[in-house]
């Protein structure tokens, strides 16, 4: 991994907890524009890091749920 991957995915990773913990979930978006006006290239692969990671979890949530409502109806193996 270079060095705008290593970066942008730890400013990523940062800024998804700061957002649990400030309750803005477009935090993202203004640490983005922040980036814009220095580097293109980390911005971008600042954002391509969080929408991932945001996937990642809904994904997780959908399984979660469908594992539990499996579990509700006694259909679970």
């Known amino acids: 991994m270079g ?3 290593t970066l942008a995915a730890k400013l990523a990773e ?3 907890k700061a957002q649990r913990i400030t ?3 477009r935090m993202f978006v203004a640490v983005g524009g922040v980036l814009a006006a220095a580097s ?3 911005e971008e692969a600042y954002l391509t890091e969080v929408r991932v990671r945001l996937a990642e ?3 997780r949530a959908f399984l979660v749920e469908k ?3 499996a579990r509700e109806k006694g ?3």
């Open 57 to 59: 979890e809904k994904a």
């Open 23 to 25: 309750g803005d979930d």
């Open 67 to 69: 594992v539990k409502e």
């Open 40 to 42: 293109q290239s980390l």
């Open 14 to 16: 940062d800024t998804l």
């Open 3 to 5: 060095t705008i991957e």
């Open 75 to 77: 259909t679970d193996t």
